[in-house]
Each structure stands twice: as structure tokens, then as C-alpha cells.
């Protein structure tokens, strides 16, 4: 473990010269996890990537979390793999629903499917993305799926009609009641 604590000493040394990171943690599977913010995301990611002693070339996912009632209400991390050295890292990034976000496309052109995503579900803008355009949701959706405020149930339901052989769109209507349960008795 010492010696993953000396890698992990180095590797903040390293990059505390060029790009300050928030905050660092060594798990017990040897993945080491940072937090930067996002002025000085594009420097860490250069570093990490062509450092000759870190090479974490593979960016493997990002993902976001919508921390609904927080400061910073949204987490973006990036996961990261070096194959040289056999490690993961990850970057985490906390943001607000204004902040931008600049895109790593530059970088890892992979980003390019991940950061539309995020874009598309939780609203989140990346700055000088070449093509930041719904991906996953219709062209018309109002929202982003993904946030813990979006609503449930619409207003409106859509669906088929075999009879006039086309798309009806109606007032929702709900079977039953909403009900809230208290879970103090099964039954």
C-alpha cells in the first residue's frame, strides 16, 4: 500500500505544478480518483494523457449524476485507463446546471458520443463541442430526462389508433389516485 501511497504523492506533485486539483482519494483497489474544476480540466487531461510516466490514453466513460439540492448539483467523472502502466483513474468534476464544461472531443475523440449524452439527458453545455445535438431524446422533447426535477407523468399521452391509421395525442389520465404510503404497516 506504501507504494501506492508514493505513486499517489508523485502524481499530485506532478500535477499541483500545472493544474491544482481539489481533491485527491486512493481506493482500495488501487484506482485513484480526483477532483478538479473545470478551468483547469483541459491541462489535467493533457497532462495525464501524454505524461511519459502516467499515459492514461484511453478515456473508457463519462457520466454524470444529478445531485438534486447541492451546491454544486451536478457530478461529471470521467474515467480514465492507462494500458502502459495497468491503472484507472478517475476525475471527477462538480458543476452547476450554468457552468460549461469544456469538451474533451480535442482530446479523445470518443468523448464526442458521451459528452452528447450528457448534453441530451441532463442539460449540461460543453463548451467548443462540434456537434453538441440531442442524441437519444426527439428533436422536439422539452427537458432532460435524466434531472431528479423532471416530472414523472406528462400531460399528454401519444399512441396508435389502428382504426384512422394514425398518431393520437390525448390528455393524460391516470387509473387510479396517487398515494403517498407511510410503510409503517404491509398492508
Not at 2 to 21: M, Q, T, W
Not at 89 to 101: D, Q
Amino acid at each position: 500500500m506504501s507504494e501506492n501511497n508514493n505513486k499517489l504523492n508523485s502524481l499530485i506533485d506532478l500535477l499541483g505544478k500545472y493544474a491544482p486539483i481539489i481533491a485527491f482519494q486512493l481506493y482500495k483497489n488501487n484506482e485513484i480518483s480526483l477532483i478538479s474544476n473545470s478551468k483547469t480540466l483541459c491541462t489535467l487531461i493533457n497532462i495525464l494523457k501524454k505524461h511519459i510516466g502516467l499515459q492514461y490514453n484511453l478515456l473508457s466513460c463519462i457520466s454524470g449524476v444529478d445531485l438534486l439540492n447541492k451546491n454544486y448539483r451536478f457530478l461529471i467523472s470521467y474515467e480514465l485507463l492507462s494500458i502502459t502502466y495497468s491503472s484507472r483513474l478517475r476525475v471527477k468534476l462538480f458543476i452547476n446546471e450554468y457552468s460549461y464544461i469544456p469538451s474533451l472531443f480535442l482530446f479523445f475523440i470518443n468523448s464526442n458520443w458521451w459528452e452528447r449524452e450528457i448534453w441530451d439527458l441532463y442539460g449540461l453545455f460543453f463548451e467548443n463541442h462540434p456537434d453538441l445535438r440531442r442524441i437519444l431524446t426527439d428533436y422536439g422533447f422539452e427537458g432532460h430526462p435524466m434531472r431528479k426535477d423532471f416530472p414523472l407523468t406528462g400531460f399528454v399521452e401519444l399512441r396508435y389508433d389502428n382504426n384512422i391509421k394514425s398518431i393520437i395525442s390525448e390528455p393524460l389520465s391516470l387509473s387510479q389516485e396517487f398515494r403517498y404510503f407511510n410503510y409503517e404497516t404491509p398492508w
